[in-house]
């Protein structure tokens, strides 16, 4: 049996070039309906990422940004926000060869973890359609806000005996 190293690092600027590459491949099956050429995509991807990574410093500026690595490899990132009532699992996203493997749970659970021992409910925001939604109720988030297109989660340590 594999067991999977799992660690967190803060994000360098050498990472900028796999960022955008585990952006864009969170984007593949909205642009694939679009009649865009690959030069469009790719111009589309870098404004919107550029104006992701705008709104994560402003919005959540000291907060923890880092690259997941996986036995040594760059798998995904994992931005969290600790705020005095809240930890705010800010954006965690993994690379398609790493994605339903465990990975992301295992994450999760470290932050509710830290929840629990903290007394601090965990929240995050998800699309309605993701499909990590289901990952999230199975882990004990409920709707907290419907936000139109996203919903806003919470996990309280209150009502979730385990993690």
């Given at each position: 049996?594999?067991?999977?190293?799992?660690?967190?690092?803060?994000?360098?600027?050498?990472?900028?070039?796999?960022?955008?590459?585990?952006?864009?491949?969170t984007r593949v099956d909205?642009?694939?309906?679009?009649?865009?050429?690959?030069?469009?995509?790719?111009?589309?991807?870098?404004?919107?990422?550029?104006?992701?990574?705008?709104?994560?410093?402003?919005?959540?500026?000291?907060?923890?940004?880092?690259?997941?690595?996986?036995?040594?490899?760059?798998?995904?990132?994992?931005?969290?926000?600790?705020?005095?009532?809240?930890?705010?699992?800010?954006?965690?996203?993994?690379?398609?060869?790493?994605?339903?493997?465990?990975?992301?749970?295992?994450?999760?659970?470290?932050?509710?973890?830290?929840?629990?021992?903290?007394?601090?409910?965990?929240?995050?925001?998800?699309?309605?359609?993701?499909p990590a939604l289901r990952?999230?109720?199975?882990?004990?988030?409920?709707?907290?806000?419907?936000?139109?297109?996203?919903?806003?989660?919470?996990?309280?340590?209150?009502?979730?005996a385990q993690v």
């Open positions: 049996m594999w067991v999977m190293k799992i660690t967190r690092r803060p994000i360098q600027r050498a990472d900028e070039a796999f960022l955008l590459e585990l952006y864009s491949s909205e642009l694939a309906v679009t009649d865009w050429t690959p030069e469009q995509k790719a111009a589309f991807l870098r404004m919107q990422f550029d104006a992701q990574a705008a709104h994560y410093e402003t919005y959540y500026g000291g907060s923890e940004f880092s690259v997941v690595e996986v036995d040594g490899v760059a798998a995904g990132r994992l931005y969290v926000a600790r705020w005095a009532s809240e930890i705010r699992i800010v954006d965690v996203a993994l690379i398609p060869d790493f994605r339903n493997l465990g990975i992301g749970s295992r994450l999760i659970r470290a932050i509710l973890a830290e929840g629990a021992a903290s007394g601090k409910p965990v929240t995050i925001h998800v699309e309605k359609f993701n990952l999230y109720q199975r882990l004990g988030f409920l709707p907290k806000e419907d936000k139109g297109v996203y919903l806003l989660l919470e996990w309280s340590p209150d009502e979730t």
